[in-house]
């Protein structure tokens, strides 16, 4: 059991648009930024947002992050076959004192 | 090249110990922490624990606190994770990631490519 939630799957077809939620609790989300990881199959994850809404460089603007109270939510527009992956939101989290990870949701484009 | 190189896959029985590595190069590997995270097989990522490099002040997370021993070596720019005993469970990918950011924006912008340890009788 995570101790952030994300549905386990989401999916969608080439240019739509998909939204993932990452819902967690005030000791975390409420109070630190929410970072999300994309990992492709068989590969390391890699960082997509970082700071709540903040692209590294090289992450196409089709990624974009929001965060509202204890919940965060990451859009990616014009779904493309390379967004098949999976992907994760993580923050830090003050009660336990430690970086915590949402369970995942597999992104299949269909 | 800014990279973390982990070492490669191990195979070991239970009971057995075990040291795996993540030499970062590129950047001076003294001033961010590593952290180390596990993935088991079809799960998701657990955060391990993480060290400062250059004074070695490392924290761990709960379920893995006595598990696990996290290091670092300054003068090689090496992180290590160790297991005193390995049992079946221990088998899953770790990997190591450079923490980066400031206080309330941390995030992992640098990872390996992870070390796949299987441990079976």
């Known amino acids: 059991q995570s101790v952030l939630t994300q549905p386990p799957s989401a999916s969608g077809t080439p240019g739509q648009r998909v939204t993932i939620s990452c819902s967690g609790s005030?000791?975390?989300?409420?109070?630190?930024?929410v970072n999300w990881y994309q990992q492709l199959p068989g590969t390391a994850p890699q960082p997509l947002m970082y700071?709540?809404?903040q692209r590294p460089s090289g992450v196409p603007d089709r990624f974009s992050g929001s965060k509202s109270g204890t919940s965060a939510s990451l859009a990616i527009s014009g779904l493309q076959s390379e967004d098949e992956a999976d992907y994760y939101c993580?923050?830090?989290?003050?009660?336990?004192?430690?970086?915590?990870f949402g369970g995942g949701t597999k992104l299949t484009v269909l | 090249e800014v990279q973390l190189v982990q070492s490669g896959a191990e195979v070991k029985k239970p009971g057995e110990s075990l040291w795996i590595s993540c030499k970062g190069s590129?950047?001076?590997?003294?001033?961010?922490?590593i952290g180390w995270v596990r993935q088991m097989p079809g799960k998701g990522l657990e955060w391990m624990g993480i060290?400062?490099?250059?004074?070695?002040?490392?924290r761990y997370s709960t379920p893995f606190q006595g598990q696990v021993t996290i290091s670092a070596d300054k003068s090689t720019s090496t992180a290590y994770l160790q297991w005193s005993s390995l049992k079946a469970s221990d088998t899953a990918t770790y990997y190591c990631?450079?923490?980066?950011?400031?206080?309330?924006?941390?995030?992992?912008?640098?990872w390996g490519r992870g070390t796949l340890v299987t441990v079976s009788s």
């Open positions: 990631a450079r923490r980066n950011g400031r206080k309330g924006g941390w995030y992992f912008d640098l």
């Open positions: 590129g950047y001076t590997f003294t001033s961010y922490w």
């Open positions: 060290i400062y490099p250059g004074d070695s002040d490392t």
């Open positions: 005030s000791s975390n989300i409420g109070t630190n930024a």
């Open positions: 700071t709540d809404n």
């Open positions: 993580a923050t830090w989290d003050d009660s336990l004192n430690g970086w915590v």
